[in-house]
């Protein structure tokens, strides 16, 4: 019996992980047409920020990171669309993989007004399945997912054009 012990307590143990894990795991095909899960987040100026409480705007979720080059070159196109087009019901979540105060420092220094949040814990980068960012989604005004991009934006142009369908 003894020999075995040590057998029957791993199995035990990965038995009783079976439910975890499959909680855990993101949701599958997190695509186009399906509803955006739901999710609240602190911003940066201490208030939380919840993805229902949005519904009748369309919003950019836009995963990033400060240390992340492209994530930076993509900010001013993103500050200027959303400067330009938040009176139409636009707004951009930007939810930031780094601490509060590192968001914080960024986006003063690059004047960024829309809402940034920070995922420290990345569960709702998991949700997202936020493999490689910047990881952009467009949600249009019931929460819709209507587009699902990895990379940056490369003109504000770009982001107007893709934004048009759903303005």
């Known amino acids: 019996m003894r020999k075995f012990l040590p057998l029957i307590i791993v199995t035990l143990v990965l038995a009783a992980a079976i439910p975890v894990l499959g909680y855990l ?30 519904r009748g705007q369309v919003v950019m979720l836009n995963f990033w990171s400060a240390g992340c080059g492209p994530c930076r070159a993509e ?29 914080a420092a960024f986006a003063q220094e690059y004047g960024l007004t829309f809402p940034l949040v920070t995922d420290t814990e990345y569960e709702v980068s998991i949700r997202y399945e ?38």
């Open 25 to 54: 795991r993101p949701p599958e095909g997190l695509t186009e047409g399906k509803r955006a899960p739901d999710f609240t987040l602190q911003a940066i100026d201490g208030s939380k920020i919840r993805l229902s409480d949005l």
């Open 130 to 167: 936020v493999q490689y960012i910047p990881k952009t989604l467009i949600l249009d005004r019931r929460g819709i997912i209507r587009f699902v991009g990895v990379g940056p934006f490369t003109s504000a142009e770009q982001l107007r054009s893709l934004l048009a369908k759903w303005l």
């Open 75 to 103: 900010m001013p196109y993103l500050q200027e669309v959303y400067a330009e087009l938040r009176d139409k019901g636009f707004t951009i979540v930007a939810v930031n993989l780094d601490s509060p105060l590192i968001a």
